[in-house]
């Protein structure tokens, strides 16, 4: 008989996790004015918001920080992750930051000017909020494809090329300072962009002598994609496949938060001396010293080690596996949800859960709150809150997709928790007739309103 599959670790810490009761959910989801980021932790029993800085550290993580060198300037800290960064990535330059967002800010202060284009694969929404806080735009040259939640595309997260050789044509390549690579896709579902596309997005931008920058939260987990799923690189480990990638970038930012199992961190990976120096500039007035950014020295430590056990194929398999099984188990109940699976987490089709709900009473978020009044179990809304309204009109902007997002933390929860998850929403789903309107606005931010939007039942 063939040994089932088991987790490529053991348990060696654990926090506790409280149940509630429907009434007391009902309460708090109105008190947190049916936005599940107003909730406090201790009213959620299964946290799916986000893989973002939620992962559990290992052991020699852990050991990691005891080692940091906190000196201001040189330390020790520094020089381990810059060598892990080279090692890994490939990349000579590199600056600290205390996040993903903090990367896209100082390399964006040095790249991106107003009037200026962002072509890439459906951007993510810091990255897109950066882009127009300078005045600048970001078109989305994702496949058609992505954007059929039961297309079974195996690199859904690919550039169509024609769309990104019309962008530029339009525009002109005067206005366009980079082209971002989101690997994997965090918007359009965590899906991975193939080695192939990269190849030949790199050659359509040297074409026009345009810099690529991969948006890098997720890269290894597209890599171990790369690997599944690629012919050619079936043999290759996940670190040789890492290094191919990045040898098609000029640069990257990165959320240390997802693919590097820490808990907060980011920073800038760059070939050009030129960029470089621009950017540190910035890096200095928004993050901190060259030395250290927006990060402390055992942080760095952590960091380095998260980047040497994230690039692992047993630590991606268990979690990609993970993934997959939640998936399968809601596919099994008919629950609809995006194929194939992504690396991080399952996204729920809410507009085929709730088709008769209309796209302004934000069906994803309807379908969130329910979720948490099922079972205390926490997602998030990738739809029409999230897409925002447009900069220049104002109208709240729909996108194709309305779906609900349950993020797997890493090396937090084991698959009876992924059982759970897939009862509880069965249950909405079998009693999805009765839910029969949706939600409204009350109050909003005029950028990035998702975050702490006030909403009421319609
Ligand atoms: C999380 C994320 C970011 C932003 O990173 P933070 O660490 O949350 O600031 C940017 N791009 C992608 C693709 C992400 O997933």
Redesign the pocket.
């Known amino acids: 008989m063939e040994l089932p599959f088991a987790e490529s670790y053991k348990i060696k810490m654990v926090e506790t996790i409280k149940k509630s009761t429907r009434e007391e959910r009902e309460q708090w989801i109105k008190e947190a004015k049916y936005n599940l980021f107003n909730l406090k932790s201790e009213q959620v029993f299964i946290d799916l918001l986000?893989d973002?800085?939620t992962g559990a550290m290992s052991d020699k993580q852990w050991s990691a920080m005891m080692l940091g060198d906190e000196s201001y300037a040189g330390a020790s800290s520094y020089y381990k992750l810059k060598d892990k960064i080279k090692e890994l990535l490939g990349f000579e330059y590199f600056l600290p930051t205390?996040?993903?967002?903090?990367?896209?800010n100082v390399l964006f202060s040095a790249l991106i000017k107003e009037g200026d284009i962002v072509p890439g694969n459906s951007h993510?929404?810091?990255?897109k909020g950066h882009i127009e806080f300078r005045k600048a735009k970001a078109i989305d040259c994702t496949i058609d494809e992505a954007f059929d939640t039961e297309i079974d595309h195996p690199f859904k997260g690919n550039v169509d090329l024609q769309k990104l050789e019309k962008t530029i044509q339009k525009y002109t390549p005067e206005r366009i300072p980079l082209i971002v690579l989101?690997?994997?896709?965090?918007?359009s579902g965590g899906q991975p962009v193939s080695i192939e596309n990269m190849k030949a997005i790199r050659k359509v931008a040297d074409k026009y002598n345009i810099p690529v920058y991969y948006?890098?939260?997720?890269f290894a987990e597209n890599a171990y994609f790369i690997k599944i799923r690629e012919k050619g690189y079936e043999n290759k480990t996940i670190k040789e496949i890492v290094k191919e990638m990045f040898s098609y970038a000029d640069g990257m930012?990165m959320?240390?938060?997802?693919d590097a199992i820490v808990n907060?961190?980011?920073f800038i990976g760059l070939k050009s001396q030129d960029v470089f120096k621009k950017a540190t500039v910035f890096n200095i007035i928004f993050e901190g010293y060259i030395t250290y950014g927006g990060m402390s020295g055992r942080d760095m430590n952590a960091l380095a080690q998260g980047l040497d056990e994230g690039t692992e194929f047993d630590y991606l398999e268990t979690r990609i596996n993970q993934v997959a099984y939640l998936g399968q188990r809601l596919t099994g109940f008919g629950v609809p949800v995006q194929k194939p699976y992504g690396g991080h987490a399952i996204f729920v089709d809410a507009k085929k859960f709730l088709p008769n709900l209309p796209k302004e009473e934000f069906l994803a978020q309807t379908l969130a709150v329910e979720l948490y009044l099922e079972a205390g179990i926490r997602g998030v809304e990738i739809g029409a809150l999230l897409a925002d309204r447009d900069p220049e009109t104002r109208e709240n902007r729909y996108p194709a997709l309305e779906l609900l997002r349950l993020a797997i933390p890493r090396r937090v929860y084991t698959n009876n928790h992924m059982d759970v998850i897939a009862v509880a929403l069965k249950n909405v789903f079998d009693r999805r007739d009765q839910i029969k309107k949706g939600l409204k606005i009350i109050d909003e931010a005029p950028i990035m309103r998702h975050f702490t939007v006030e909403l009421d039942r319609v």
């Open positions: 986000t973002s800085g205390h996040q993903g967002r903090a990367a896209e993510f929404d810091t990255t989101t690997v994997t896709c965090n918007s948006d890098s939260a997720r930012t959320s240390s938060k997802k907060m961190g980011g």
